[in-house]
Structure formats: structure tokens, C-alpha cells
């Protein structure tokens, strides 16, 4: 079965920088769109960002716009976000995803794999 597991998150200040990895296992990792979401305590479900499957689309949320980057590593079957000048409003649990679908560029939510989420929490 295909898993993905996320790692990175912690406690940081605001203005500081982490960065989450996902590992997928039980599936090919080429070929499927990856992305990140989050939760906020109280709040819905937000986009963050995706990769598609070649690693030349990508797509961010308003919010996280030209702070965070999201890149892939084939070889190493991983997804990372790269999250930069954090404020206490980037606090949230971060979860990978990744699309069903061979050889698109958009993860699906409804239609995803899902990981088990890390916590990221920012400190004013």
C-alpha cells in the first residue's frame, strides 16, 4: 500500500525557517503529482503547495506565495517544502499528499494518498 511519511516539523520563531520532507513508499514516486497541505487549529483544510509529476509545475496558496518552495528528489522518492520567514499564522499540522492520477500536474484532495501530518508551530 502506498505510504508517505512526513518529517521536519518543530517549534520555531517567527521570521525562522524549516523544512518538511515526505518519503512515499509502496508506489512508484515519479510520475504522481506530490503537494503539501495544512490545518490550522479551528480552520478548514488549506492548500499550500503542489508539484507536478515531471518537477516543472508548481503551485503555491496565496498565503505562502514566495515564501515556501516546494521541489522534489526521484531518487530519493521525497517531496520537500522549504518554509521561510514563518509567522505564528503558518502554524498549523502540514500534510502530504500525493495525486492517484499517473502523470498529472495537481494533487486532487479527494482522490489522494494521504500522510499522517507533522505539527508546525511558530512562536511570536
Not at 517567527?14 to 520532507?21: E, H, I, N, Q, Y
Not at 509529476?53 to 522549504?82: C, M, P
Not at 500525493?98 to 494521504?114: I, L
Request: net charge positive; with cysteine; hydrophobic share 30%.
Amino acid at each position: 500500500q502506498v505510504q508517505l511519511v512526513e518529517s521536519g516539523g518543530g517549534l520555531v520563531q517567527a521570521g525562522g525557517s524549516l523544512r518538511l520532507s515526505c518519503t512515499v513508499s509502496g508506489r512508484t514516486f515519479s510520475g504522481y503529482a506530490m503537494g503539501w497541505f495544512r490545518r490550522a487549529p479551528g480552520k478548514e483544510r488549506e492548500f499550500v503547495a503542489d508539484i507536478g509529476w515531471s518537477g516543472v509545475t508548481t503551485s503555491y496558496g496565496d498565503s505562502v506565495k514566495g515564501r515556501f518552495t516546494i521541489s522534489r528528489d526521484n531518487a530519493r522518492n521525497t517531496v520537500y517544502l522549504q518554509m521561510n520567514s514563518l509567522n505564528p499564522e503558518d502554524t498549523a499540522i502540514y500534510y502530504c499528499a500525493t495525486d492517484r492520477q499517473y502523470h498529472t500536474s495537481r494533487v486532487y484532495p479527494k482522490s489522494a494518498y494521504w500522510g499522517q501530518g507533522t505539527q508546525v508551530t511558530v512562536s511570536s
